[in-house]
């Protein structure tokens, strides 16, 4: 097994990147997928998060508004920090019996952890491997106020809340560069990404084993 974490910012092409290393043949457990679920009605993140934002946050239905939340947490560090410290907890509780499963059912598979947050809460830590899916600020920018339809100070006041992606630089050990590479390429950067890792499953298991050791 190999343990993989990708990471990114906002509208930074990770979900890309994430998806060509599934068509490769990893397997993707997604971060902001499992707080989605976890958010539900019903499911463990649901009433702190309701009960820490109010019920303005809810549908007509009584489930998340996605949408209310993130104009809500949008707004501010501290709103967007309390949600994450509500929620990553039960994340990362969740991402790891999946993990768990994974390695249990398959053998030498290659798992990438998908979390824009990996690297603030410090869960890179735990990872064999950081893989950062990168853009310029200009076209991060671009990209983000053409998905989401923002101004381009609402695009720099969300940006502004995630650590700069030049400052994750300095934590990754692979960067795929998604404003210089056309489609194709990032494609084909998976893909070599995917069999190096599948080559490497040996190492990376003894690199475990010996730090284990030494704790």
């Excluded at 009605?41 to 820490?52: C, I, M, S, W």
């Excluded at 998604?178 to 070599?192: P, Y």
Aim: aromatic share 6%; net charge positive.
């Amino acid at each position: 097994m190999v343990w993989i974490g990708l990471t990114g910012g906002i509208a930074s092409g990770k979900s890309t990147v994430s998806g060509m290393l599934k068509e490769a043949g990893a397997f993707i457990i997604d971060a902001d997928t499992i707080a989605h679920d976890l958010m539900k009605r019903g499911a463990v993140a649901y009433l702190p998060v309701v009960n820490h934002f109010g019920k303005g946050i809810l549908d007509r239905v009584g489930e998340i508004d996605r949408k209310k939340l993130g104009e809500i947490v949008f707004r501010s560090s501290d709103k967007l920090a309390a949600l994450n410290q509500i929620v990553h907890p039960f994340v990362f509780q969740a991402a790891e019996q999946e993990r768990s499963h994974i390695v249990s059912t398959y053998q030498r598979p290659v798992i990438i952890f998908d979390a824009a947050l990996l690297i603030e809460t410090h869960a890179h830590v735990k990872m064999d491997m950081v893989i950062l899916a990168y853009v310029d600020p200009k076209t991060q920018i671009e990209r983000l106020c053409n998905r989401d339809k923002l101004s381009v100070e609402q695009a720099k006041h969300r940006i502004s809340l995630q650590m700069p992606l030049t400052q994750k630089i300095s934590f990754a050990n692979e960067i795929i560069n998604n404003s210089q590479l056309s489609i194709d390429e990032v494609r084909e950067q998976a893909k070599m990404i995917y069999h190096w890792l599948c080559l490497a499953i040996d190492s990376f298991e003894k690199r475990r084993h010996y730090r284990r050791k030494a704790q």
